[in-house]
């Protein structure tokens, strides 16, 4: 059984599905819409909803190919990836809303008839015999109900409260900055990929969003909302522009208050196990990283596809007691690495973005600038975008 119809989640009810394994997705939400995701996925993730044949449904919706990463001090280049030139036949990621990914999957999944999900269905507590997981209780409307499971996948995302109900030791630390995101339709002309461009203390992040937006965000110090209640908009206005002129006409158009704004509180968070007997946790559950290079989802469904295999394994070894913690013991190490990577690149960007004072500064320009004329440059980047399948350079 899984808990949470998140891009962890419902990839994994339909891998699981798909050999003919029983499986129940509980989602504690009616539908797919949420107030936040992720909606840049990394090549690695498309490569394998390619391999899954998902891609072909969202290639009917249409999404925004991301295939550049390019990094500015004001309008001198300091650091760019070009997705062309990666050494894997899947050459970009997309950005799409994430419920589009989520309906693709699932609906792939029903065709399976082991496949069962239950939206509206809020996980509120686990069966334990023994110390050990045994199964959940969750409310659906008025009625609490349980169920029996050999095997519990906690994919309840950040926020997973049977990671407490557990046990699982949770490290979570709070961001010093806060997140400011808008959203502006795209100048005409606007060729950019991804794009960070910093100057002296001040950045902006700006991702192309599909159908046709710029998705614009900026660390501001921590304590948002007394920040923003301090300035004005034209402030904020002027302070983005600053460093990206190209900005103002439709900030000045779209966004006439803090309003118009989202302000994100930003946290991480690691568990130290991620299994215990009779459950594993995957996806944001086990790892909460920053938001800063768009990893959240390609890590999320890479923990469900390099999972599968022990889940079989268990299954049939275990016949119908839980499954040990112990069982799991390689897959958490194998996921451990590539998270604590990709949490350690992430680290030398949110420094990159922090830096404050002139030397911090020049450091930041010097450094990147190294960075781009580095021979591994590729190598690094591919590990960091395609994760487990770096190395699977097939075209499907
Ligand atoms: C500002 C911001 C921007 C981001 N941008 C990107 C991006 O562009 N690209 C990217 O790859 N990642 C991005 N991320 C991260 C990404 O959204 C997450 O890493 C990813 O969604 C994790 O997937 P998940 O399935 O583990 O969890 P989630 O997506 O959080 O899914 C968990 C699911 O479980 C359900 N659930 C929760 N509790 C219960 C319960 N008790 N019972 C039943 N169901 C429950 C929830 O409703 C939800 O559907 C961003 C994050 C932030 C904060």
């Given at each position: 059984m899984i808990v949470?119809?998140?891009?962890?989640?419902m990839l994994m009810g339909l891998l699981?599905?798909?050999?003919?394994?029983?499986?129940?997705?509980?989602?504690?939400?009616?539908?797919?819409?949420?107030?936040?995701?992720?909606?840049?996925?990394?090549?690695?993730?498309?490569?394998?909803?390619?391999?899954?044949?998902?891609?072909?449904?969202?290639?009917?919706h249409g999404f925004v190919k991301v295939n550049k990463i390019k990094m500015y001090d004001r309008d001198e280049k300091l650091f760019?990836?070009?997705f062309d030139r990666f050494d894997h036949p899947q050459k970009f990621g997309i950005d799409i809303p994430q419920p589009v990914v989520l309906e693709a999957i699932k609906q792939q999944a029903l065709k399976h008839p082991n496949?069962?999900?239950?939206?509206?269905?809020?996980?509120?507590?686990?069966?334990?015999?023994?110390?050990?997981?045994?199964?959940?209780?969750?409310?659906?409307?008025?009625?609490?109900?349980?169920?029996?499971s050999q095997l519990v996948i906690g994919a309840e995302g950040r926020f997973s409260r049977i990671r407490s109900l557990a046990g699982f030791r949770v490290k979570k630390e709070n961001f010093s900055r806060d997140l400011i995101w808008f959203k502006v339709p795209k100048p005409a002309n606007w060729e950019e990929g991804n794009l960070i461009k910093v100057h002296k203390h001040d950045h902006v992040i700006i991702l192309p969003t599909y159908p046709n937006y710029l998705r614009v965000g900026t660390y501001i110090p921590l304590g948002g909302s007394a920040y923003i209640k301090s300035?004005?908009?034209?402030?904020?206005?002027?302070k983005v522009c600053r460093i990206e002129p190209r900005l103002r006409e439709p900030m000045k158009e779209h966004i006439t208050s803090w309003e118009d704004t989202t302000l994100l509180k930003i946290f991480t968070a690691h568990v130290d196990e991620w299994a215990k007997d009779g459950i594993i946790l995957i996806?944001?559950?086990?790892?909460?990283?920053?938001?800063?290079?768009?990893?959240?989802?390609?890590?999320?469904?890479?923990?469900?596809?390099?999972?599968?295999?022990?889940?079989?394994?268990?299954?049939?070894?275990?016949?119908?007691r839980p499954i040990p913690a112990s069982h799991f013991d390689e897959f958490v190490s194998k996921r451990k690495q590539q998270v604590s990577f990709v949490s350690g690149f992430q680290a030398q960007q949110e420094q990159n973005l922090a830096a404050s004072s002139l030397i911090q500064c020049a450091i930041r320009k010097l450094k990147m600038r190294v960075l781009d004329r580095l021979p591994f440059k590729y190598a690094v980047m591919e590990k960091l975008q395609y994760g487990i399948f770096a190395n699977e350079k097939v075209e499907v």
């Open positions: 949470g119809g998140g891009p962890a989640g699981l599905a798909r050999e003919n394994i029983d499986v129940l997705v509980l989602e504690k939400n009616k539908s797919l819409e949420r107030d936040f995701r992720g909606e840049t996925i990394a090549p690695g993730s498309v490569y394998l909803l390619k391999k899954l044949g998902i891609f072909r449904e969202l290639e009917k760019s990836v070009d496949f069962h999900y239950i939206d509206g269905a809020l996980c509120m507590d686990l069966l334990k015999e023994n110390d050990q997981v045994v199964g959940v209780r969750y409310k659906q409307e008025q009625d609490v109900k349980e169920i029996q300035k004005s908009i034209d402030w904020f206005i002027d996806g944001d559950s086990a790892h909460t990283l920053s938001p800063i290079l768009g990893q959240g989802v390609n890590l999320a469904m890479q923990d469900a596809y390099e999972l599968l295999p022990y889940v079989k394994d268990g299954l049939s070894t275990y016949k119908n």
